[in-house]
């Protein structure tokens, strides 16, 4: 018998289905359906969407604006002439360039040792916190602790309900911490926010399996949170530690209720007796000579708060990206 006469197809959009002979009864061979070229549709928006869009826009270019606006009026002030800034003349760009803010405030022993404060009790007190946070949830997350819902649930009452201001400054008096560096930095210790963050990491994302393998090959408890659970928990450590880090760093309250030692105040507190009591820091006489002190105490305003909340955001860029994460954790189930 003689074999069917096919034409060869070079061309795919050519393929016509009728010039292919049909396959003979029996056959298993099929013809595979013609691919036409996909065109892209795009997707209508109504009216009602333009106009949902409009405003979302317009929102966030206002919220935007309320952020971002008063933060240009501070830069600019910070680098202007007293006469300037006391004057009122500086808006959005500095009006007669000048350092003089920056050089009285670095060059004035007060805001140099409450700057370095600030550093120490950010420094130490993030560590502190960050291990003592570790150490609490870990334990917790395990499901084999006994007790560990009603460890948890006096955790959590903490955070809704505590002893008040009198008791808590008590507690500070009777344990020696008055006037100390580490009144800032133990009453603090341990954010309940925190802990529950970090107990929700290490029971998502560290299952039991994980444990129970490290456990047969003879692997302890320290060990497995050393080796195991710590490398694997750095985007929730890195969270943990930017947020106690802002609060310590912001933090001007309780130095107001236990310091008593001007050596001991943090950037913070230097930075309210600026702004609301008015009051020019020390060894700044020949400076107050030069200027009225007005408009030097207007000028430090601004370059303090701009050297304040410089630290701030150097670091938290380099944390952003875990940030979202670890605020997320937990949050969906399955």
């Given at each position: 018998?003689?074999?069917?006469?096919?034409?060869?197809?070079?061309?795919?959009?050519?393929?016509?289905?009728?010039?292919?002979?049909?396959?003979?009864?029996?056959?298993?061979?099929?013809?595979?359906?013609?691919?036409?070229?996909?065109?892209?549709?795009?997707?209508?928006?109504?009216?009602?969407?333009?106009i949902f869009l409009f405003c979302t826009y317009l929102l966030l270019c206002t919220f935007l604006a309320v952020v971002l606006l008063p933060l240009l009026n501070i830069v600019a002030s910070s680098l202007s002439d007293p006469t300037a800034v006391s004057s009122g003349r500086v808006l959005f760009w500095p009006v007669d360039f000048s350092l003089r803010g920056y050089e009285v405030a670095l060059g004035d022993p007060q805001i140099v040792t409450g700057f370095l404060n600030s550093l120490f009790y950010t420094v130490v007190g993030t560590l502190v916190s960050v291990t003592l946070t570790i150490a609490l949830a870990y334990p917790l997350s395990r499901r084999s602790l006994f007790g560990r819902g009603p460890v948890m649930g006096l955790v959590v009452f903490t955070m809704?309900?505590?002893?008040?201001?009198?008791?808590?400054?008590?507690?500070?008096?009777?344990?020696?911490?008055?006037?100390?560096?580490?009144?800032?930095?133990?009453?603090?210790?341990?954010?309940?926010?925190?802990?529950?963050?970090?107990?929700?990491?290490?029971?998502?994302?560290?299952?039991?399996?994980?444990?129970?393998?490290?456990?047969?090959?003879?692997?302890?408890?320290?060990?497995?949170?050393?080796?195991?659970?710590?490398?694997?928990?750095?985007?929730?450590?890195?969270?943990v530690a930017l947020m106690y880090a802002i609060t310590q760093w912001n933090s001007y309250f309780d130095a107001l209720l236990y310091l008593k030692d001007a050596d001991l105040y943090p950037i913070q507190?230097?930075?309210?007796?600026?702004?609301?009591?008015?009051?020019?820091?020390?060894?700044?006489?020949?400076?107050?000579?030069?200027?009225?002190?007005?408009?030097?105490?207007?000028?430090?305003?601004?370059s303090l708060i701009v050297i304040a909340s410089v630290p701030v955001l150097l670091i938290y860029p380099f944390v952003a990206r875990y940030f979202t994460k670890g605020i997320m954790i937990g949050a969906i189930k399955g």
């Amino acid at each position: 018998m003689s074999q069917p006469q096919t034409t060869a197809v070079t061309d795919p959009k050519s393929f016509d289905r009728a010039a292919v002979p049909a396959a003979p009864r029996g056959s298993r061979s099929r013809l595979l359906p013609v691919r036409r070229p996909h065109r892209s549709r795009r997707i209508q928006e109504t009216r009602v969407d333009r106009i949902f869009l409009f405003c979302t826009y317009l929102l966030l270019c206002t919220f935007l604006a309320v952020v971002l606006l008063p933060l240009l009026n501070i830069v600019a002030s910070s680098l202007s002439d007293p006469t300037a800034v006391s004057s009122g003349r500086v808006l959005f760009w500095p009006v007669d360039f000048s350092l003089r803010g920056y050089e009285v405030a670095l060059g004035d022993p007060q805001i140099v040792t409450g700057f370095l404060n600030s550093l120490f009790y950010t420094v130490v007190g993030t560590l502190v916190s960050v291990t003592l946070t570790i150490a609490l949830a870990y334990p917790l997350s395990r499901r084999s602790l006994f007790g560990r819902g009603p460890v948890m649930g006096l955790v959590v009452f903490t955070m809704l309900f505590s002893g008040g201001l009198i008791p808590t400054y008590l507690v500070v008096q009777q344990l020696g911490m008055l006037d100390t560096r580490w009144a800032l930095v133990v009453p603090q210790a341990i954010g309940v926010w925190q802990v529950v963050i970090a107990s929700t990491y290490f029971r998502t994302m560290i299952p039991d399996e994980l444990y129970e393998a490290a456990q047969l090959d003879g692997c302890g408890d320290l060990r497995f949170l050393w080796k195991v659970a710590l490398p694997l928990a750095k985007p929730m450590i890195a969270v943990v530690a930017l947020m106690y880090a802002i609060t310590q760093w912001n933090s001007y309250f309780d130095a107001l209720l236990y310091l008593k030692d001007a050596d001991l105040y943090p950037i913070q507190l230097v930075l309210r007796n600026i702004l609301i009591l008015n009051t020019t820091p020390s060894g700044m006489t020949d400076a107050a000579q030069m200027l009225e002190r007005q408009q030097l105490a207007d000028l430090l305003k601004y370059s303090l708060i701009v050297i304040a909340s410089v630290p701030v955001l150097l670091i938290y860029p380099f944390v952003a990206r875990y940030f979202t994460k670890g605020i997320m954790i937990g949050a969906i189930k399955g």
